[in-house]
């Protein structure tokens, strides 16, 4: 990999970092608030089907998510366990792709 | 004053074991001090690195008592503990014997940082001024009393786990020279700087910063090349 694109990776790991800073204190702002009087899974249902604007907010913590936890993952493994080269790339490219799907299909269950 | 320090140093290469001696305690000793009395008055196979005494070569880098840390310039008083010294060779280099680190893989990182100063004026062009108080000089003086002893290297945890990361010490040069309005080499040095191995594999950890004995701040010139590389990167001239 040339050092473009480990640059660019770098960049991108930071500016995910500071999205995922307001979605993670959003989420879990939101979640005790919604919980605190004993609200059913229904109820969050009612409240996040069809709603675009949860829709739009999940989406992006997914997108932040994808493009953050490989990146870090990538160091992590190059520096405690001296993976490095293309085949560690590859296993993270589908980790990211696993985590794309399966947070989509999170959010679009709860919106659909 | 306690009578006598009780003083453990490395003998060896990557194996050795400590060896113990007592070593005379006097007034504003330092621990080179302590060092050189082992090797002129108890032992004198005992091999170790020093030159100008007065902190300013920096080739008398150890660690002691765990810490890496100029020995010319640290008082024994300031660092042992209930008269007790430990004095191996700086981490994270080969040990050629006893005391004594391999510099080699430390100054080549220097080169492959592009350390080099590559200026492009001749005796017929004119000074470039460059002016005190100007934003790029303040940077690199706050950056350029680095005296080489590999203190940072030794502290530098990213280092350990990542022998091909160029460390603090290199990367506060390419800094320096970064903000150097007379060099002309700064696109190459940018390219030679990026990356894993470069200054994006620092974790801001400042183990750096806080041992630098001349007390400047890799991490800070490193955050800088940092987004100097960014900026590079987005123009596409890296």
Redesign the interface.
Known sequence: ????T???L??AQRMSAAVLAICVVVHLVTMTYAIRGGLSAAEILSRTQGSVGWLAFYTLFVVAVTVHVPIGLR?VF???LGW?GRYRDAVLFLFALSLAVLGMRAVLGVFR | MNPALNVRVWRGTAEGEFQQFEVPRHPSQTVLDVVTHIQRALDPTLAYRFACRVGMCGSCAMTVNGVARWTCRTHVDKVAKEGRLEIAPLRNLPVIRDLVADMREFFDKWARAKGQFKGASSRKTDFIRVQPDSEARRRADAAIECIGCGVCYASCEVVERNREYLGPAALNRAWTLLNDARDVANAGRLRAIAGDAGCHACHTQMGCTEHCPKKLSPTAGIAGLKRAVARAAFRGEL
């Open positions: 990999m040339n050092a473009r480990e640059t660019l770098w960049v160091a190059s520096e405690w490095q």
